[in-house]
Structures are given as structure tokens and as C-alpha cells.
């Protein structure tokens, strides 16, 4: 939504250089980042040598919070201080987290919007806020790695996040600093990871069992365009759950009826290493005694831990099934394995039957996602103009409206491709209406109640007419980050009514402007400055691309008079940039913009012809005969 | 003082094919991925904002062009509203009385297929034959259209709609059984 698209303040002074552009996988458990250096892409160590950051944010010293392995090791002390498995709880309502935070100790509280906040020694903190740590965390790796400021960044999340969700990823980037190329769909990017250096062609599952959530995606690769054809998955079932499996066993066998919260960490580190263990053991003995002395020691057998993450393993088969459905496939040439879940022997076992493949592993199934993500962002930073590689994604699940009587009208429908517009005529059932009400929301059942409740738009100024005979055309739009955006307007008379969109679930225009200056106030502080180095970034960029676009179709597009007038103006930029009139700058900058609008439009339309004159002239020809 | 994309131009012609039933599946793919390979936000993502505003519009007008075409239901509703035959056209007209009874048929087998013995076998047959139907419903759509025969034309049309439906139904059925 156009509301939340605050750009991040400029931070590559220079063009004409080859960007600093990172992919980061920000997991449930785990978070990486990637970026392409030498034309190969390899995960980012700190300074002790690790890639893998806990997604672990320790919040019990007001301003300090401490992320990553440190704050895991004050997870037992302060159990409801540090926060795990955040990522659970992005753009979740606090009806939705009860579950997930019953089991996790935390103390919950709500904004006024009714999402969740954990209540912490450093007072209220949100999953975005908790997520922005992370992501900061991992900007500065990357900046000392990369030895300079970071251009932009593509975020993987799950295939299966609905908007919400996604809104919250993109809002904890911005927080962060980071300018977000694009967000990209996990199992699309382990595809990636997988298909960029063969010419291959063919159809790719990607499974994917992160610590939280599971993902399973169809693609389909040819001649460079990757097409999502269907995917699927469940946004609460991972590794997490195995360990969950395992600690409720522990406390069966042990005969204990209650776990205190710092207790329940303690086993949950325990049982996450017997699973690991179980990997390659085929009994693995488990001492509890620092846990409860008292406790006898117990075993558990490979047979043991495979009967009992039985189905949440049959779980996923159901959902990799569906998606086959929805692909209108019955097989696929390759089986991509994504994410540590994945090397439990049973898992592979019952993915690689269910599919006849043996699935591909030549890349760590920790780290693919990250290097998918950042091919695809020196990719889009502008690093390999050459690549021809494209990604067709899909949304997740259907948009709808409310209807009468609480019903969904789907608009949408899932797995369709996207970037989408679809338009849907409105009328006014009063004589002399003049604002409408529109709820959309987001999921696949019938009722309203079922669905996730996206946003309400209140469409105003309608001119007054008799009932019915208004026709107001909505049209929603999904970008290429599948986030939703919504314009209207009134037919009969051509009216534009203006739209104000208040989402349901996600941040607010003011909150995200209130949590931006305070963060920047802890940053830097210097506004004035950063506003300065954004108009300048933002004038170089227009003027980077615009002299790129003369050089290649100046020429054919434009005449002597429209050429000279952009070359003027641009050239008055570009003085205006050596000064620091960051308003005169601005000015200049939209003015250009503005005046280079009708050329893009031209360059738009030159494309296209392009691109049909290039697939085969000879056909072409005969079958319209130009 | 956005423009938006050339709306006027017909999705066939966006795609430089001529306006037809009958379409070559694979080429209409291959020039939909080459029309993305230029206009995607993807390739735009160091453009102005205008510029990406415009990719996006393009790219979303493609995307709707391609589904619209691929499938033949949407392919005929399409031809038909290019023809001039509004929505209103459609649900006016009379479907006779054998059609219907065939598919009051159809519908009654679908919902009983959960209480036999062996319903998946049952799912399948019935599946086969609304896609046999359909099928038939695709050859006299194309023969009327070809022909200027308006009425026919719609009155297949309008067949080829209640069979997908049923073929939806029929297919979340499935999806069903098969989940358990």
C-alpha cells in the first residue's frame, strides 16, 4: 500500500558503480545474509566466523537490546525478555498468537489496532520492532563485510505469508534502514539458488520446512522466466513443532506435570539437539538431570522420534499434493530441499517417494534461500544488465470482498500471477449517497469471520444521484511484492473519489513515521542531512536513468525540440545537485520527472513491439501479415 | 496524468495473434514470457517511480491478457464481448430443456459419489465425462463463431459455463477424497 512506502534515505552517493546489494533470508530460527561478489554468491560470517544469526532479540536492558547467539544464551534467565520465533508473529492479531505464545511465555499485550506486542523489561516491543533488531543486525555484517553502505536489499518470506504479514517484513526493513528491493518468495528463490547457472528447462518442486513455517512451491523454468505455478504450504508448522514433540515426550517420560517458562527453554534446547543427533544416531540418550535432578535418564530411538513427528510429516505431503492439484501437474523433474528440517532422515525419505526423485542437496539447505535472494537483488540493483532471468510469482491466497449478509466475493483468485489489476463496479443502493464502504479481505472460505481482514476503504465525494446510478469502478492492484494497493473512481461523471485506507491489521501511516523519526533519532539524529542525502539520490537516480535512456532510444523517440528540453532540464539537476538546496532539489527532480513521463511511456510501448518482432518474425508475419 | 496502457488494443492483438478459437497454446506462452521479459517491475527496478508505475500497469495488463486467452472458456467469453454480446446477452438466453436435464443428471451423480463404495473410481468416470461434454461444447463453439452464428455461438458459450462449474465441483470433490 502506497501509505507504507517510505522510501529509505539515499546511501549510494555514486552512481556508475557496481551496487552493494544483499539477499537476506530472515527466518524463523535462523537469519543469513547473502550477497554476489565476483559474480558468485556466498552467505556473509561475523566476526567469529558464523553465518547462521538466531533470530533470538533479547530485550531485559531498556535500549540495548541484544541479538543472536548472546541473547540466546540469556534466554533461560530472562525467558519473557527474549524473544524466539518472532517471525510467528508478524502481522498476527493477538486472538491469532495466543497459541503460539502460551507455549512460548510470553507476556502479550495489544496496540490499539489490536495486534500483538510482547511486554518486555524495555516496555511494549512489537515482532516488527523485534524483526527490525534482526535486520539491523545484519545490515551492519554486511556493510563491514561489503566496506560500505548498503544499496539495496531483497527479504525472502514465506510463499505462503498473506499480506499482513508481508506488510510487517517490509515495515521491519524500513525500520531498519534497508531499502527493499524487492520481497521474494522463499522456495522461489531456492530455485534460483538452483537454476541460474544451467540453461535447464523443466518443472521444480521446492519443499521447504524452515523452523516455523512450511512452504512447498511448482515452478516452472524455460528459456530464463521462472513462472510460479502453484503454492501452497502452512504458515505454523516447522522444526519448531518436532521440538515441541520431543519436550512433550520428555515431560511424559519423565512424569512431570508442569514446566516452569525458563524450564521449557532448557528442554527445547535439549530436544532441538537430540533431533539433530537422531539425524545421524539411531538411539540418542538424554540426560535431564539439569533440568529436574530428580529425573531418571531417558532414551529415544530414531523409531520413537519418526512415530511421533509422523503427522506433521503427512501434513506436508497433503499440502504438496494440493499444490500439484492447482499446478495441473502429476509430476516434476526436480525436488529442491530448503531449510534445516529437511535433513531429518524421515523427511527426505517420504518427500522423495512421494515425488520419485531424489531430491537435489548440492547446496546447504540453510543457506539456499539467502543466495537465491541475493542473485535476484544483483540482479535487480542493476549489476547484470545481461540476465535475461525473470520471476513470475503468484499471490498465496485469494482477495475478496464483503458482500451482503458477511459473505466473500473473491476478486482474486490465488495463484494468480502477479503483478494484477482486476477492476470491480460499485453503485449506491441510497438516493444521494455520496461515500461508500468497502471491506477487503484476504483467505479461501465463504465467510467473512474466516477470512483475514485486510483493510476498510471509505470512498468519498460521490456527486448525489438517485440510488443505483452511480457506477463507482474499484480496481485493486497487487505489485510484484504481492502488496495490495487501491484506487477508485466514479464512472457517470468521471469523478476520482478519494480512497482512505486503513489497514486492519499492519502499521499505521503515523505509527511507522512515529517509530522512523525515533529511530533515527537514536541513530544519527541529523535530519536535515538525511533529507538532503535522500533528494540528491533520488535526482541522481532520475538523472542515471534518464541519460541511459537517451543514449539508447533518444534518438528514434523523440525529436530535436522534445530531446533538447530533456537534456536541458536534466543538465539543470544535475547543477542543482552540486548545491544544497535539498528543496530546490526536490523540485527540480519532480518537475523532470514529470516532463520524462511522456518518453517512458513511449520507451513502454517500444518494448512491447520489441518483444513480439523478437520471437519469430517469420510467423508472425504470416499469421497477421505485417 | 497517468496514462495508462493502450486498453483499446485487443488481448490478441497485444499478443500479435490473430482473433481466433483456436489459439497455439505454446506460442501465445512463449510470446507472454518474452512480453514479461521486458515489461515485468522486475526490470525496472532502478526506474523512476513513473516508470514503475507504468511497468506494473503493463505488466498486470499482460498477465490478465494471458489468463483470459489460455483457457478456452475465457477465450470464447472473451470473442464474445469483442463480438458485442454483453453479459446481459448471455444470461437472457434460453438453454434448452435436454441440456439441463443432463445436467441436473451430472450434478445428481456428483453428490452421491461420496456415499459409494469406491468413490474415487466413481470421481474419475464422472470427471471424463464433463471434460467429454466440455470438450463437444469447445467444437460447437467454434464451429458457430466461425460461421457468424451469434445464437449458437452464445448458446455454447453458455454451456461450456454451467459444465466448468461443475467441473469445479467436481474437482474440489476430488481434492477432498484424496486429502481423506
Not at chain 1, 556508475?16 to 527466518?27: E, S
Not at chain 1, 530436544?271 to 537422531?278: M, Y
Not at chain 1, 451482503?404 to 449517497?433: C, H, S, W
Request: overall charge negative.
Amino acid at each position: 500500500m502506497a501509505l507504507l512506502q517510505i522510501a529509505e534515505p539515499g546511501q549510494s552517493p555514486l552512481p556508475h558503480q557496481v551496487k552493494r546489494a544483499v539477499g537476506i533470508d530472515l527466518g524463523t530460527t535462523n537469519s543469513l545474509v547473502a550477497s554476489v561478489r565476483g559474480g558468485r554468491a556466498a552467505v556473509l560470517a561475523d566476526e567469529e566466523g558464523a553465518v547462521m544469526l538466531p533470530s533470538v532479540v533479547n530485550f531485559s536492558e531498556p535500549e540495548r537490546p541484544v541479538v543472536g547467539a548472546p541473547a540466546l544464551r540469556l534466554a533461560s534467565q530472562h525467558p519473557a525478555d527474549t524473544l524466539v520465533s518472532v517471525k510467528r508473529f508478524m502481522g498476527r492479531g493477538r486472538e491469532d498468537a495466543l497459541e503460539e505464545a502460551r507455549r512460548s511465555h510470553y507476556c502479550l499485550s495489544e496496540d490499539a489496532q489490536g495486534l500483538v506486542r510482547f511486554t518486555t523489561a524495555s516496555g511494549d516491543v512489537s515482532p516488527v520492532e523485534a524483526s527490525a533488531e534482526i535486520l539491523r543486525s545484519l545490515r551492519a555484517r554486511a556493510e563491514s563485510t561489503l566496506a560500505g553502505d548498503i544499496d539495496g536489499a531483497v527479504i525472502t518470506v514465506p510463499a505462503y505469508f498473506d499480506e499482513a504479514q508481508r506488510q510487517a517484513t517490509k515495515d521491519a526493513a524500513t525500520l531498519a534502514g534497508i531499502n527493499v528491493l524487492r520481497l521474494l518468495n522463499e522456495p522461489t528463490a531456492a530455485a534460483v539458488a538452483y537454476g541460474l547457472d544451467s540453461a535447464d528447462q523443466g518443472v521444480i518442486a521446492v519443499y521447504d520446512l524452515g523452523g516455523g513455517t512450511f512452504d512447498i512451491s511448482i515452478l516452472r523454468l524455460r528459456a530464463g522466466v521462472f513462472e510460479v505455478l502453484a503454492t501452497g504450504g502452512d504458515t505454523a508448522l516447522g522444526g519448531d513443532d518436532f521440538d515441541n514433540v520431543i519436550v512433550d515426550w520428555l515431560q511424559r517420560s519423565s512424569g512431570k506435570d508442569s514446566i516452569e517458562p525458563g524450564q521449557h527453554r532448557a528442554l527445547k534446547a535439549l530436544a532441538r539437539r537430540t533431533k539433530e543427533a537422531l539425524s545421524s544416531e539411531s538411539s540418542v540418550a538424554v540426560d535431564l538431570s539439569s533440568i529436574w535432578p530428580d529425573a531418571p535418564g531417558v532414551t529415544l530411538s530414531r523409531d520413537q522420534f519418526e512415530a511421533l513427528i509422523q503427522p506433521l510429516v503427512k501434513r506436508t505431503l497433503r499440502a504438496c499434493r494440493r499444490c500439484l492439484r492447482d499446478a495441473e501437474l502429476d509430476q516434476v523433474d526436480n525436488v529442491v530441499m530448503v531449510g534445516g528440517s529437511t535433513r531429518v532422515p524421515l523427511v527426505r525419505e517420504v518427500v522423495s517417494e512421494f515425488f520419485a526423485r531424489e531430491p537435489l542437496l548440492n547446496i546447504d539447505p540453510d543457506q539456499v534461500v539467502a543466495i537465491g535472494a541475493a542473485i535476484q537483488a544483483d540482479i535487480l540493483v542493476g549489476n547484470r544488465p545481461q540476465s535475461d532471468v525473470l520471476l513470475l510469482d503468484v499471490i498465496p491466497l485469494s482477495l475478496g470482498l464483503e458482500t451482503m449478509g458477511g459473505l466473500v466475493e473473491k476478486i482474486i483468485p490465488r495463484n494468480t500471477t502477479i503483478p494484477v489489476a482486476r477492476a470491480q463496479e460499485f453503485t449506491t443502493y441510497k438516493d444521494g449517497q455520496t461515500a461508500l464502504a468497502v471491506h477487503i479481505v484476504q483467505g479461501e472460505r465463504e465467510l467473512v469471520t474466516d477470512c483475514r481482514s485486510l483493510a476498510r476503504f471509505e470512498l468519498r465525494g460521490i456527486p448525489p444521484m438517485t440510488a443505483g446510478a452511480a457506477k463507482i469502478l474499484v480496481t485493486f492492484q497487487v505489485d510484484a511484492d504481492g502488496l495490495l494497493s487501491v484506487t477508485a473512481k466514479e464512472q457517470a461523471t468521471g469523478v476520482e473519489a478519494s480512497v482512505s485506507v486503513k489497514p486492519s491489521f499492519g502499521l499505521s501511516d503515523s505509527d511507522i513515521t512515529a517509530m522512523l523519526q525515533s529511530s533515527f533519532q537514536h541513530a544519527q539524529g541529523d535530519k536535515q542531512a538525511r533529507h538532503l542525502a535522500e533528494q540528491r539520490l533520488a535526482g541522481w537516480q532520475l538523472i542515471e536513468g534518464l541519460r541511459a535512456a537517451l543514449a539508447k532510444d533518444g534518438a528514434a523517440l523523440l525529436d530535436a525540440e522534445e530531446r533538447q528540453l530533456l537534456e536541458d532540464a536534466t543538465a539543470a539537476l544535475a547543477a542543482l545537485l552540486e548545491g544544497t538546496d535539498a528543496q530546490e532539489i526536490k523540485a527540480q527532480t519532480e518537475s523532470l520527472g514529470r516532463l520524462s513521463e511522456a518518453f517512458a511511456a513511449r520507451r513502454m510501448d517500444k518494448s512491447i513491439h520489441e518483444a513480439l518482432a523478437g520471437v519469430a518474425v517469420d510467423t508472425l508475419a504470416e499469421k497477421v501479415g505485417e | 496524468m497517468t496514462s495508462s496502457p493502450d486498453l483499446t488494443q485487443d488481448y490478441f492483438s497485444l499478443f500479435g495473434l490473430p482473433v481466433s478459437f483456436a489459439i497455439d497454446r505454446d506460442e501465445l506462452g512463449a510470446r507472454y514470457r518474452r512480453l514479461q521479459g521486458e515489461l515485468h517491475p522486475d526490470r525496472y527496478a532502478n526506474a523512476s517511480s513513473y516508470e514503475q508505475r507504468l511497468a506494473v500497469q503493463h505488466s498486470a495488463l499482460v498477465n490478465q491478457a494471458y489468463q483470459t486467452l489460455r483457457k478456452p472458456l475465457g477465450r470464447a467469453l472473451y470473442l464474445m464481448e469483442l463480438g458485442g454480446v454483453s453479459q446481459n446477452d448471455m444470461s437472457r438466453h434460453q438453454i434448452d430443456g435436454g441440456f439441463l436435464i443432463m445436467q441436473m443428471e451430472l450434478r445428481e451423480k456428483l453428490e452421491a459419489i461420496p456415499e459409494l463404495m469406491e468413490p474415487d473410481e466413481a470421481i474419475e468416470h464422472l470427471l471424463d465425462e464433463i471434460n467429454q461434454d466440455l470438450r463437444a461444447e469447445q467444437r460447437a463453439f467454434e464451429q458457430a463463431y466461425n460461421g457468424n452464428d451469434t445464437e449458437h455461438a452464445i448458446s455454447a458459450c453458455v454451456k461450456m459455463q454451467y459444465l466448468d462449474k461443475l467441473l469445479s465441483e467436481a474437482e474440489r470433490l476430488e481434492a477432498k477424497l484424496i486429502d481423506g
